[in-house]
T-cell receptor
C-alpha cells in the first residue's frame, strides 16, 4: 500500500515570502502520480498541481511548483510570493490502485496547516 | 458551471438514526467517491463507484451504505451501526476509473455531528 508522510503539522510564513511544504511517499510502483490539494477553512478541496513519476521536469502552476526528488521519494510543494489567501490546510496525495479493474483512489497525508502572516 | 453539489452543509444525527448525505455531479464523470475526514487527519475512502449500479467498499465502509442508481448521484447513508459518525464528509468524482493526471473533483462537504 502507498503511504504519504507530511511531517509539518503547521507552518508559518510572512506575506510575499516563499514557503516549502514537505511530502515524502512510499511506493513500490514504477509509475505513480502525486497531487497537492488546498483545503481552506470552508472545507472544499482545491486541486493545485500534479507530478507524474515519469515527468522529466518538475511541475509548475502559477505560484505553485513541485520540488520532485524521485530518488529521495519526496515531492515538496513550493509556494512563491505567499498571499494571505494561501492560509489553509495543504494535502499531498498519491494515486493507488483499488481493484484489478483499473480503479484508482487517492491516498492522503495528514496535511500541513499553513498560516500566512501580514 | 459544472461541479459537485453536496447537501446539506451541516447535519445532526440522533442516536439510533440513519441519515443520508446527498452528492450530485453534472460533470458527466463515471467514477464517484466518498471520503471521511477527521480533525487533524487526511481523507479516508469509505465507498467508491466506477459505473452506475456498481459500487465497492473502501477502507472504512463499516456502518455506511451507498447506492448509484444514476450517473449523477451517489448518496451516502450513515447508519446507526456507525458508532462514531462525527466527521467531515467529502464526495468526489473523476472522469474515469484510472486517475492518470486528472485530479479528483470535490464537493464542498457535509459536516455531520451527533446530537
Amino acid at each position: 500500500a502507498q503511504k504519504i508522510t507530511q511531517t509539518q503539522p503547521g507552518m508559518f510564513v510572512q506575506e510575499k515570502e516563499a514557503v516549502t511544504l514537505d511530502c515524502t511517499y512510499d511506493t513500490s510502483d514504477q509509475s505513480y502520480g502525486l497531487f497537492w490539494y488546498k483545503q481552506p477553512s470552508s472545507g472544499e478541496m482545491i486541486f493545485l498541481i500534479y507530478q507524474g513519476s515519469y515527468d522529466e521536469q518538475n511541475a509548475t502552476e502559477g505560484r505553485y511548483s513541485l520540488n520532485f526528488q524521485k530518488a529521495r521519494k519526496s515531492a515538496n510543494l513550493v509556494i512563491s510570493a505567499s498571499q494571505l489567501g494561501d492560509s489553509a490546510m495543504y494535502f499531498c496525495a498519491m494515486r493507488e490502485a483499488l481493484t484489478q479493474g483499473g480503479s484508482e483512489k487517492l491516498v492522503f497525508g495528514k496535511g500541513t496547516k499553513l498560516t500566512v502572516n501580514p | 458551471d459544472g461541479g459537485i453539489t453536496q447537501s446539506p452543509k451541516y447535519l445532526f444525527r440522533k442516536e439510533g438514526q440513519n441519515v443520508t448525505l446527498s452528492c450530485e455531479q453534472n460533470l458527466n464523470h463515471d467514477a464517484m467517491y466518498w471520503y471521511r475526514q477527521d480533525p487533524g487527519q487526511g481523507l479516508r475512502l469509505i465507498y467508491y463507484s466506477q459505473i452506475v449500479n456498481d459500487f465497492q467498499k473502501g477502507d472504512i465502509a463499516e456502518g455506511y451504505s451507498v447506492s448509484r442508481e444514476k450517473k449523477e448521484s451517489f448518496p451516502l447513508t450513515v447508519t446507526s451501526a456507525q458508532k462514531n459518525p462525527t466527521a467531515f464528509y467529502l464526495c468526489a468524482s473523476s472522469p474515469r476509473r484510472t486517475l492518470l493526471n486528472q485530479p479528483q473533483h470535490f464537493g464542498d462537504g457535509t459536516r455531520l455531528s451527533i446530537l
